[in-house]
T-cell receptor, first 112, second 115 residues
């Protein structure tokens, strides 16, 4: 079983839609959860991070972690064409290597 | 806003040749990293570097790879004898510290094509 699973998509939505991006993981030691955005031919850019379970909101973005289900989500409200990118989840464990383990990324296309 | 830069943006080489990928981390950062991303696959950690030595490396980072900080600003990744399967995007990243909460800032990447 892969450590971090993420549907590669593509996910195509109309402008203004609410987008839900998800990852599952198998390593119960993961406690730090990150979402990166990667535009075409660019490096990943950290969007949000959360520690342990719960929700975190930043503008139109909400990150959610459910450790009991080993499931994390990123919600984008009022999606814009400029949100079109690949979204990578990543996670790491405290007390060991802090190096993040990435998912494959989900390609999101927001069309006008 | 400070950013990580990488050169070249695209490198084409013949199998068996040596390549050096260059990175300039953010100036006050102390930890440096290399990752790679094969087309269509996930970002994979290669190596981390601190205080002029490797602090952690993955299984991918074998004897063909080496890293160096030759001066106060550059951080390089050398692949001694490239293989076809080394074709990938290589990302450099840097962070202020090595803690679970410290953000790694990624460069734009170097696309390596091995023919």
């Amino acid at each position: 079983q892969k450590e971090v699973e993420q549907d590669p998509g593509p996910l195509s939505v109309p402008e203004g839609a609410i987008v839900s991006l998800n990852c599952t993981y198998s390593n119960s030691a993961f406690q730090y959860f990150m979402w990166y955005r990667q535009y075409s031919r660019k490096g990943p850019e950290l969007l949000m991070y959360t520690y342990s379970s719960g929700n975190k909101e930043d503008g139109r973005f909400t990150a959610q972690v459910d450790k009991s289900s080993k499931y994390i989500s990123l919600f984008i409200r009022d999606s814009q064409p400029s949100d079109s990118a690949t979204y990578l989840c990543a996670m790491s464990a405290r007390g060991g290597s802090y190096i993040p383990t990435f998912g494959r990324g989900t390609s999101l296309i927001v069309h006008p | 806003e400070p950013e990580v830069t990488q050169t070249p943006s695209h490198q084409v080489t013949q199998m068996g040749q040596e390549v050096i990928l260059r990175c300039v981390p953010i100036s006050n950062h102390l930890y440096f990293y290399w990752y790679r991303q094969i087309l269509g696959q996930k970002v994979e950690f290669l190596v981390s570097f601190y205080n002029n030595e490797i602090s952690e490396k993955s299984e991918i980072f074998d004897d063909q790879f080496s890293v160096e900080r030759p001066d106060g600003s550059n951080f390089t990744l050398k692949i001694r004898s490239t293989k076809l399967e080394d074709s990938a995007m290589y990302f450099c990243a840097s962070s202020e510290a090595r803690d679970i909460t410290d953000t790694q800032y990624f460069g734009p990447g170097t696309r390596l094509t091995v023919l």
